[in-house]
Structure formats: C-alpha cells, structure tokens
C-alpha cells in the first residue's frame, strides 16, 4: 500500500479539511480515531495523504446524518482495519432502525386515525364503564395504569377510579396500539407524548415532523451507502492492483 500512496497525489491536512470547512486539527483527530487511514510522513515528519483519504473523509461526512457520529465512526474504523463485514453489519444495523421507527409511526399514525374524539362535555367514567366500552377487562384498566398509561383520579368518598376525558383517550390509544402488537413499554412514551402536546391534534402534527425526519435519514443512509462504495470500490482496486 505505500508505494501505490507515493504514486498518488500527495494532500496536505488543510486541503481535506477546506472541502468540508473543518479545521486542520479535526482532520487529524479523524486520522487518530481510525476514521481516515494513517497517513504517511515526510522526512520532516508532515503528514501527507492522498486522495483516498479525501474519500475517506468524504464517506465519513457522508454517514453521519443517517448513522449517527458514533456508528460512522465504528464503520470507518471497521474498514480500515479490514473488517469491512463488521463495517456492513452496523449499516444493516441501521436500516433496521429505521424499518422500526416506520412500523411505529405507521402504528401510531392509524391508532390516531381510528380514534374517535372524546367530547369535551362527555362526564367521568367509572372502570365499569370505560372497560366496558373498550371491550378490555377491568383488571386490563389497572395493568394500563400501573404501566403509566393512565392516570385516573379517584372518588373522594368512595375511592373508585374515574376516568376523565383525557384518559378515556389515553385508553383508547393504548388499546389500538396494543391491537396492533406494541408492548406497554413503547406505548408508554407515545401517551406521554399525547399528553405533552396537549392532545392528539397538536400530535398528528408532531408526526408529520416524526415523517419528515425518517425521510430525511432514509435519503441520508442511501448517500451515505454511495459515498462509503465509492471509498470500498477504491481500496478494492488497490488490493487488486496489488495481487496482479
């Protein structure tokens, strides 16, 4: 590899640090976090890199959006040191995530769209009834609540739970995502959402955003897949250059 390195065109740290407005100080650090292969020295002990370094970096900034900083730098360090199935398996990793958050925000998308809206006026219910109109079990009510799903208020003089109209919601949502095969520990940080936004209104367009950022990652692994081939496709005709 050093001589195909001597007979490419030698790069200082600023020219690859100029492309992508880093300071010359990032681009070393890259280089001592196994991100950019090591480079070579001169005589007078200046790094010197070559244009596969540019694509190095260039694949770096480039998975970052949609991996993460930490996750492109375990796949960058896995290919320079040769691991590049241990470099694949993290971006499968990846797509993985992302088919998961999908699967939920559709969950979360059709739970809101059957959910029938609890009118304001409507008064408190009791467990009878509310699990009654949920088709659940009472004892279902309680597990809902002791997971944080719900969070009634009790009868001061009798001490039964009742249900106001927030959390009929609330029960409602749980039950169409628990139809849908979610378990109460994901539910729980969807409700809580719900009751940050102060309904399912304000929600619907939280998810529009929620669709928007999956969509921008997607497009983020897909350039990050071209620019990391791109960097494979060039040590792959080094190795092949230096088998012949």
Do not use: C
Request: charged share 25%.
């Amino acid at each position: 590899m050093g001589r195909d390195l001597r007979d490419r065109e030698r790069l200082r740290p600023v020219d690859l640090a100029r492309e992508h407005g880093l300071s010359t100080q990032a681009v070393r650090n890259y280089e001592a976090d196994g991100i950019l292969p090591a480079a070579e020295r001169g005589p007078q002990g200046y790094r010197a890199y070559t244009p596969r370094h540019a694509l190095a970096l260039r694949a770096f900034l480039a998975l970052v959006p949609g991996h993460g900083h930490a996750t492109a730098t375990s796949i960058m360090e896995a290919v320079n040191r040769g691991a590049v199935e241990d470099a694949l398996r993290l971006i499968d990793e990846s797509h993985a995530q992302l088919l998961d958050d999908r699967r939920t925000l559709q969950a979360v998308t059709a739970a809101l769209r059957d959910l029938e809206p609890v009118p304001q006026e409507r008064g408190d219910l009791f467990v009878g009834p509310l699990s009654g109109k949920l088709g659940v079990r009472p004892a279902t009510l309680r597990k809902w609540e002791s997971a944080g799903l719900l969070r009634p208020d009790r009868d001061p003089r009798t001490g039964y739970r009742v249900y106001s109209a927030a959390d009929v919601r609330d029960a409602k949502l749980t039950r169409q995502l628990r139809r849908g095969g979610y378990p109460l520990a994901q539910i729980a940080p969807l409700i809580e959402q719900v009751r940050s936004a102060g309904g399912v209104v304000p929600l619907e367009s939280a998810l529009r955003g929620w669709h928007d950022r999956l969509a921008t990652r997607s497009r983020a692994l897909l350039s990050g897949a071209a620019a990391l081939d791109a960097y494979l496709a060039d040590l792959t005709e080094t190795t092949r250059k230096g088998s012949a």
